[in-house]
Structure formats: structure tokens, C-alpha cells
């Protein structure tokens, strides 16, 4: 499977990603964002990080970049795409994903592990993963997750939320929400779930010794859904 | 020409910063504050004598990059 991470000015976790993806057997390529396209891929990555400071709102100035109209072309012709973090940010501000991320409820940047629950399998990313329950890693200052009345409702009807925070237990509830994020919305899909932004960093989950290994097994089911 | 934008959040919006900028008032007994929004102001310089056309341009440019219209709103004044 092909992959391309891109680079913006301020990303910081696109090495990370590249180790991961790497790691599992996805041939990987780093894409500068001035670049007008995009090598022949089954699967774009948005990384992690500040891209370009996170200027006037975090990604909206990513979102307008050279490379962001290959990313839009892509998604809009069933093409894996995956933000992480700031890869979210971006994603909302391009418009393929539904609403936007605001500063965290108490203003403190947020970073620790957390649980996650998958909300849906019926896709390329979760589909006949094992767990429900995934602990992974977040760090971010702009993960609330809001959006309007009407965007909810058809997020859920349409099974496109994707993650939500929760406890160990899959038990999603106040306690369990680290940064107001409307449902405890960790991560969504575009309606026809090719496209995912989630604000934990599976990339940060891959070594048993250093971390944990729930992101090793979202790598390696996006390979197995593939195939 | 020089237009003049104020990018607010919509009413309704959580202002974090806001309200963590009232509570700071209050303690500062500046106790009749009731409520505090933050917002963004913008100047921007346009090559354009017009100043309609002018105002139009930076009207496109609050729908397309200025302001986040999911949680925003934009005054041009």
C-alpha cells in the first residue's frame, strides 16, 4: 500500500508517521506542501504539529497551500485520507470534514493518554478491528470538536463519527471528555468515510516498550482492509 | 484603501478566552462586567480606489479565509 505524508511549515509529527507507516509495510513518501502533486497513492496523510504557526486559525492556512487541491481531488475520488491532530484542523478547514476544532474548554493544552471508542466499523480504517476500546495519545490546545445543530444530527445518522474519548471501559461521559469536544467527538469521517480526521496520534502507540501498541493494530487493519 | 474587518464568534459559541478574561475583570473589581467575546480585527490594505469594489473583494476574502463562518462572524466596518 502507497502513502504520502505531508509536510507543512510547523508540521512536527510527519517523521513519526513516516517511522509508523514504515514500520508496517506501507510504502511511504514525504510530499512537500508547495508541490503541486502528489505521487501515486492509496493512502494521504495529514500530520500532526503547528502547521504554519497555526496563523489566524490552526490549519486554515494549510487548507489553502499549493498542494491542498491534489488532497481535495483525491478525497473527492475515493482516496484514503487521514488527518491526525493539526491534519484535522486542516481537513475541517478544507471542507471536507463537517465543523471545526476550537480552543480546549479550560484554555490548558492538553497532553496524556487517552481511550478512545471506535463508533464504526463499516469502513476502510476500523473495519473487523478487534478492539472497541483503543488507548492512544493526544496533545493538542484546539481539539474541542463543535459543530452546528443540523451538522450533528447528520453526522449521526450517517454513522460518521468515528471515535469518541471514553473511559477504559468504553464508558463515554463528562469525566471521560478532556476537552469539551461536543459527544466527546475525538474523530470524524467526510460522509462517504474515505476521508478521517481524529485528534489521537496512533502513530504514538506503536512500540510496546515505549508506549503501547492500539495504533500499531489501526496501522496494520487500514493494510488488512486493503488488501 | 484601507478596509476594516471584525471577525467575532457567533452567539452561542463557547468563548473560553472570553469568559477567562471576565472572571480576571471581576477579580480586578471591575465587578459590573458581565459578559467579555473576543474577537479579531483585520486591516487590510487593497490596491483599489473603489471603495465598494474594495469592500466586495475583502467580503470574498471573510467568506473564504478570514472567518470560519461554522463558528464566526465578520463585520466589515
Given amino acids: ?227 | 484603501m484601507k478596509i476594516k474587518v471584525i471577525v467575532t464568534l457567533k452567539n452561542g459559541v463557547l468563548d473560553p478566552q472570553g469568559k477567562a478574561i471576565q472572571q480576571t475583570l471581576n477579580g480586578m473589581n471591575f465587578g459590573n462586567v458581565e459578559d467579555v467575546r473576543q474577537g479579531k480585527y483585520f486591516e487590510i490594505e487593497v490596491k483599489e480606489k473603489d471603495e465598494k469594489k474594495a469592500k466586495s473583494l475583502v467580503d470574498d476574502m471573510c467568506k473564504k479565509l478570514l472567518a470560519n463562518l461554522v463558528i464566526e462572524d465578520y463585520k466589515i466596518v
Avoid at chain 1, 11 to 20: E, F, I, L, Y
Avoid at chain 1, 117 to 128: A, S
Avoid at chain 1, 162 to 186: H, R
Wanted: hydrophobic share 35%; glycine share 8%.
Fill in chain 1, 1 to 227: 500500500m502507497r502513502s504520502s505524508v505531508i509536510i507543512f511549515p510547523g508540521s512536527n509529527c510527519d517523521r513519526d508517521m513516516d517511522v509508523a507507516l514504515k514500520k508496517f509495510g506501507f510504502k511511504n513518501q514525504m510530499v512537500w506542501h508547495n508541490d503541486l502533486s502528489i505521487p501515486k497513492s492509496d493512502l494521504i496523510v495529514l500530520p500532526g504539529g503547528f502547521s504554519y504557526g497555526d496563523y489566524l486559525r490552526c490549519g486554515s492556512i494549510a487548507s489553502k497551500s499549493k498542494i491542498i487541491k491534489s488532497v481535495i481531488d483525491f478525497a473527492n475520488s475515493g482516496g484514503l485520507v487521514l488527518g491526525i491532530c493539526n491534519g484535522f484542523q486542516i481537513l475541517t478547514e478544507t471542507g471536507l470534514l463537517k465543523g471545526i476544532l476550537q480552543q480546549n474548554k479550560f484554555l490548558n493544552f492538553i497532553c496524556s493518554n487517552v481511550f478512545v471508542k471506535v463508533k464504526d466499523k463499516q469502513n476502510k480504517y476500523f473495519k473487523d478491528l478487534k478492539k472497541d476500546v483503543l488507548k492512544l495519545h493526544i496533545a493538542h490546545n484546539e481539539g474541542n470538536y463543535f459543530c452546528s445543530d443540523d451538522e450533528l444530527k447528520s453526522l449521526e445518522d450517517n454513522n460518521q463519527i468515528a471515535v469518541t474519548y471514553c473511559g477504559e471501559d468504553g464508558i463515554e461521559n463528562e469525566t471521560n471528555n478532556p476537552n469539551g469536544a461536543i459527544k466527546n467527538i475525538a474523530g470524524i469521517f467526510n460522509n462517504s468515510k474515505n476521508v478521517l480526521g481524529m485528534m489521537p496520534h496512533p502513530e504514538r502507540m506503536i512500540d510496546k516498550y515505549l508506549s503501547g501498541e492500539d495504533g500499531s493494530l489501526f496501522f496494520k487493519n487500514i493494510l488488512d482492509n486493503f488488501k
